[in-house]
């Protein structure tokens, strides 16, 4: 089939979808997400060729001269659609069992698939227009998803995600004027030819622009304060797609700009982005390990992952900015691979948040427990998720952390100092953030799926239905199977770390991740062979010196006392109890304590515990700015006095100002 | 021959352990248990039947294999007398911590299953510690990485034959308060005592009974002859065999005995001269040494060296 | 012997080993803890004197690393135990920023001077390396007298101080002229004498030398 006609026969597949939603009729509760699970496989097959063939162009409206809507495929467009597609048929299906009892389902049909359509568009625009007009629609819809059951909490997160994302999107439309001004193009293509006659100064205006406008929706530190407030208020399916793909679309943007139509840059464009993913990595799963709602917790995750893909995108356009077109190559293969890796597992991870929050009615690790036995599959899977992220081998994760270690290491080649010492520090930074990670990810598991249920509800829980599960599994599989076989994962992306970076490399050969220059090499599938076969030896060993033993069931210790309550276990707040103090000059955690004494001081009877962490920048940056911002407003509020003469004399002294300055 | 030499590790890391408890007993002015007795010890383990809880899951009974497993493949990966094994391919330092990660993953895991407080302070406290350490220890190996040009163990065995040099050895120095607090060894973990105050790994495995304790241990065992057999791949790797030759070999394997057994010497001294910390001054410990690992690297970069 | 020492370039163990007391300073809280690492580290700075001088083969050298382990290696840490002893403090007062910070803090200034030095100086004398460190042990000296409170412990970071100058001028000259090498020596053992003499009388008149409350004495 032509490019072409998988492409139209995809967006006719979402929009029937999209309006099929509207339709209140029962029995098509599903249709919305079969449909689009099968568009999403169309589009899959879009991707798999992009990443094959040269690039492909397409309009889908007709032209006007500035106003066109067209969409262009190119190598990197096609790893993105790969990764969109493989996200969206997961959650698809996951959906399809999980609006069976959702109250809003014909809304929520209605704009996923809009959703997961603005995804597509977003990533093959062509031009500045068709870019702009998906990513607001992108932002729409998620708003609406958000804010469907029109609650207070809802919409709270709801406004802030708006504004949040609109102070991106005016970086981002500001940037797009300066391109538009220095080359007088509208298309990415188009425009490559007249940024070498731009100045350099502005090129730097430009990267910063887009560092901010597209953090913002990446979610880098500080600008990632949304995520955790929309994240954990969305229906799990929505939060899955927002945060495995939505926060992608910024670094789409991020490269679509600074690589590829920028080109190059100076050495510290790289090694700020490096550090700005440090700093974001390392702060994100900082907050992160300290809340105990699941999704929170997962959002905070994402804002690390996307500062280790940052980290690998800083590093490549470092190496870029020396010279070192392998290098630079090696390192945005990591940071691509972790691209649709974190797609992967954080997908798994919050639709298997989802399925808990749906069976036990609350978010919080501390009502959960022993789910594991009483939810199996689903426990499975998200051990899965868990394992992945955390980087642990054999799984996908640790295939392309391996790889920005690599690159992040090879940092030492560059000329300057500074680079030599900022990239190994990157790497161990890298390393902090991993056993963060790991210690929130056996917080997250241990507590909710391991122990005793510490709550009626988590009590008499029970496996959801199959659809969720089986959505589940299509995130899981490949999460073990991209890091068993790295090889065609990292097929899809090659040809865009070549047009970006002008360089190949082969990183796979005969299962095993290698880099030539440093003959570094590993090989996921040949661990996880010796551990199979080391399980079956001491297993034989075991029976030959041990016989054949029986296990008794008992109670767990208790030093003796009977009755072990539940709720004597370690809580979530207790396990990481710990780092709250190590790091509390991070924190600032604030402690209120309030005593009630019946005869001072020894005879107390309440005391009132409160403990609280704001985090720093929302402290002193984000409350005094919006308060200035409403000050100023409170200003402006008096020129609105409602008096329609006022009103009048505006204009008129408007048009009198007109007609002296532009005569 | 060479792609015997792990199961060194395997057989041999009851010994060592055994020895150093042996010393830290004659500085300590008792006789102690023989040498031989870990290997009594997880022998007698094997013949009993287990109790488990009915709190746990699949995940309490998995643990010990995938603890076992994983840590007996981070010995196939780390080159012990011979750099001429086929295996070192499989993985270079960084495969070989994660590895080592894994199981610790699996045994707070395993800690948590139990629903007990022992267990979660002991996965708490455990995954804090890897908090602590895994960026200083990290940094100790990079340094040494990039002084090779690469992070394959194997490489950079035979590059440098021994660390002299300023930034090695301050990496050498920050490397070894890794292992102690990797193995937990005093001045982290008392590894004698099951006091809840000085369980970390302890607190763990307090569940288990039977073959699953006597896996842990094993593991537990390996885990630290690994760490010895790596700072000496890196740090002095003098004397390695790098063919298969078999008296290359046989010098290899008397040359490895004598370093381990220095090492151990060195853990049980520095056992036996200190106190166990108070678990939260380690930060001020493993960031002093975070520090050291910093000037390592900042050395090397000007030095060249 | 002097291919020997080359071979294991035993100029770099010394001169990162001056770095590491300089270094480690932030890290201890007693006095003793101070007068040691001051007196390793110029045992340090003199066996380097001592090393340079067999390379070069100058005799004016021999006789600056003996008078250098003279003074700064025996006299001035035996008279700064005395006065330790005199004035029956023990330990540093909390100082400014905690010891870990101030461990980081100087890890970093390491690095810093080490980016800085890189590019451009062109150094006659040997071993750039050593130049960097001994500033860096000035800057690190510098930080520590800036952070703690104690008269003492400034004391001993200005004792520091003069050791990296020393180290500095040593590097880029092969040791400075004798006579003027011998001249700051006397002016630093004058010194110390006589900050030893205020310190115990100000803890006498004032019964503390702690800097916070003699701030209280200004105007």
Redesign the interface.
């Given at each position: 089939m032509e490019t072409e006609q998988l492409l139209h026969f995809g967006i006719s597949l979402f929009a029937v979808g999209a309006l099929s939603a509207l339709v209140p009729v029962k029995t098509f509760r599903i249709v919305p997400y079969l449909l689009s699970l099968i568009g999403s496989l169309f589009f899959l097959s879009l991707g798999l060729i992009l990443t094959v063939i040269t690039p492909a162009s397409y309009q889908a409206l007709p032209a006007s001269s500035i106003f066109e809507f067209s969409l262009r495929g190119d190598a990197l467009a096609g790893f993105f659609v790969i990764t969109i597609s493989l996200v969206a048929s997961a959650v698809s299906v996951y959906s399809i069992g999980f609006t069976r009892n959702y109250v809003y389902a014909g809304l929520s049909g209605f704009f996923t698939n809009i959703l997961i359509l603005s995804l597509y568009s977003v990533v093959l625009s062509a031009n500045l227009f068709t870019f702009l007009i998906s990513w607001e629609t992108m932002a729409i819809a998620s708003y609406f998803l958000i804010t469907l059951d029109r609650s207070d909490e809802t919409s709270r997160a709801g406004l802030f995600y708006a504004v949040m994302t609109h102070i991106g999107t005016a970086f981002i439309i500001a940037l797009f004027f300066i391109l538009y001004r220095f080359t007088n193009r509208m298309d990415f293509e188009g425009m490559k030819a007249g940024i070498a006659s731009m100045p350099t100064a502005v090129k730097t205006v430009v990267f910063i622009f887009a560092l901010i406008g597209f953090g913002t929706k990446a979610g880098i530190v500080p600008l990632h304060t949304w995520i955790p407030r929309a994240y954990p208020v969305a229906p799990p399916h929505i939060a899955a797609l927002m945060s495995g793909l939505m926060i992608k679309m910024g670094i789409y943007g991020f490269l679509r700009i600074s690589f590829d139509v920028l080109g190059q840059g100076p050495e510290w464009w790289g090694i700020t982005v490096i550090s700005v993913g440090a700093v974001s990595a390392l702060l994100g799963i900082l907050y992160g390990l300290i809340e105990n709602d699941l999704k929170v917790f997962l959002a905070y995750s994402s804002v690390e992952n996307v500062g280790i893909i940052l980290l690998g995108i800083g590093a490549s356009m470092m190496f870029k900015s020396n010279g070192l077109a392998t290098l630079s190559s090696l390192a945005l293969t990591a940071a691509l691979f972790h691209v649709l890796n974190h797609a992967l597992f954080k997908g798994v991870l919050f639709l298997g948040a989802g399925s808990v929050i749906h069976t036990t009615g609350s978010g919080n690790m501390e009502h959960m427990g022993g789910l594991l036995k009483r939810m199996p599959v689903t426990g499975l899977f998200f051990l899965a998720g868990a394992l992945s992220i955390c980087a642990l081998p054999p799984f996908n994760g640790f295939a392309s952390e391996w790889l920005t270690y690599q690159a992040l290491l090879l940092g030492y080649q560059s000329p300057s100092v500074t680079a030599k010492i900022v990239s190994p520090l990157g790497g161990a930074a890298l390393a902090l953030t991993g056993a963060l990670a790991a210690a929130g990810f056996v917080k997250a598991f241990g507590i909710t799926f391991l122990g005793a249920p510490r709550t009626a509800e988590s009590r008499d829980a029970g496996e959801v239905p199959l659809p969720m599960v089986v959505g589940m599994a299509f995130l899981a599989i490949p999460c073990l199977l991209f890091g068993l076989f790295p090889g065609p994962a990292l097929s899809f992306l090659m040809p865009a770390v070549y047009a970006m970076t002008g360089a190949s490399t082969t990183l796979e050969q005969h299962g095993m991740l290698g880099v030539g220059q440093t003959s570094a090499a590993v090989s996921p599938i040949g661990m996880l062979a010796t551990m199979a076969a080391m399980m079956i030896a001491v297993m034989l060993f075991i029976r030959m010196k041990g016989g054949v033993r029986k296990t008794v069931y008992g109670d767990s210790w208790g030093c003796g006392t009977p009755g072990l309550t539940p709720r004597m276990q370690y809580t979530a707040t207790a396990f990481t109890k710990p780092l709250r103090i190590i790091y509390k000059r991070i924190y600032l955690p604030r402690r209120d304590i309030k005593v009630q004494y019946l005869l001072k001081p020894f005879f107390v009877k309440s005391i009132h515990y409160g403990s609280e962490i704001t985090p720093f920048f929302e402290r002193y940056v984000y409350e005094p700015a919006t308060r200035f911002i409403q000050a100023v407003a409170s200003k402006v509020k008096l020129l609105q006095s409602g008096s329609l003469n006022l009103y009048l004399g505006y204009i008129l002294i408007t048009l009198i100002l007109l007609l002296i300055f532009a005569t | 021959m060479g792609y015997l030499q792990f199961l060194i590790i395997i057989l041999f890391s009851p010994l060592v352990n055994g020895v150093i408890k042996k010393v830290k007993a004659y500085m300590q002015g008792r006789i102690g248990p023989g040498v031989l007795q870990p290997y009594y010890d997880l022998l007698r383990l094997l013949k009993k039947d287990m109790v488990v809880s009915t709190e746990t899951s699949w995940i309490f009974k998995a643990t010990p294999y995938i603890v076992f497993t994983a840590t007996a493949t981070a010995a196939v990966i780390v080159p012990v007398v011979s750099t001429a094994s086929p295996f070192s391919m499989m993985g270079d330092v960084i495969a070989l911590i994660y590895m080592l990660a894994l199981a610790r993953f699996f045994m707070a895991l395993g800690g948590l299953d139990a629903g007990t407080g022992f267990g979660g302070e002991g996965s708490s406290r455990e995954m804090t510690v890897a908090i602590l350490v895994e960026p200083m220890m990290m940094l100790a190996l990079f340094t040494a990485a990039i002084s090779a040009g690469s992070t394959d163990i194997v490489r950079i065995a035979t590059v440098h034959p021994a660390a002299f040099s300023p930034s090695h050895l301050l990496a050498l120095t920050a490397f070894i308060v890794a292992i102690v607090a990797e193995t937990g060894r005093v001045p982290v973990d008392n590894p004698d005592t099951h006091l809840e105050l000085t369980m970390i790994h302890e607190g763990m495995i307090l569940e288990y009974s039977g073959r699953y304790l006597a896996l842990m241990e094993w593991a537990h065992y390996m885990k630290q002859m690994i760490l010895f057999t790596l700072a000496i791949d890196i740090f002095f790797p003098l004397g390695i065999a790098q063919s298969g030759n078999p008296a290359v070999l046989a010098t290899a394997v008397a040359v490895y005995v004598a370093k381990v057994t220095g090492i151990a010497l060195l853990m049980a001294l520095v056992e036996s001269t200190r106190a166990k910390m108070r678990f939260f001054q380690l930060p001020s410990l493993l960031g002093g040494a975070f520090v050291l690992a910093f000037l390592s690297l900042v050395t090397h970069i000007m030095m060249g060296k | 012997m002097k291919s020997w020492i080359e071979a294991?370039?035993i100029i770099?163990?010394i001169?990162?080993?001056i770095?590491?007391t300089a270094?480690t300073l932030n890290?201890f809280k007693s006095i003793e803890s101070y007068v040691k690492a001051y007196t390793i580290n110029s045992w340090l700075l003199a066996s380097l004197v001592a090393v340079v001088a067999v390379l070069v083969g100058e005799t004016h050298l021999y006789i600056a690393a003996l008078l250098t382990l003279a003074t700064k290696g025996i006299i001035i840490p035996l008279f700064l135990r005395r006065i330790v002893r005199r004035m029956r403090v023990t330990h540093e007062i909390q100082p400014y920023i905690s010891?870990?910070l101030s461990?980081?803090i100087?890890?970093i200034l390491?690095?810093v001077v080490?980016?800085s030095l890189?590019e451009g100086i062109f150094i006659t004398g040997f071993s750039k390396?050593v130049l960097?460190i001994s500033i860096a042990v000035i800057l690190i000296s510098l930080f520590v007298m800036i952070t703690r409170k104690m008269a003492l412990t400034q004391a001993i970071g200005l004792l520091f101080m003069e050791n990296g100058l020393f180290l500095a001028g040593f590097s880029l000259t092969f040791g400075m002229p004798t006579m003027i090498e011998l001249g700051v020596l006397f002016d630093m053992l004058m010194g110390v004498i006589i900050l030893g003499i205020f310190a115990i009388q100000i803890k006498r008149a004032f019964a503390s030398t702690d800097l916070d409350k003699l701030t209280v004495l200004k105007g």
């Open positions: - | - | 294991f370039s770099d163990f001169s990162v080993g770095l590491l270094v890290a010891n870990s461990l980081a100087s890890g390491v690095a080490y980016a890189k390396d960097q």
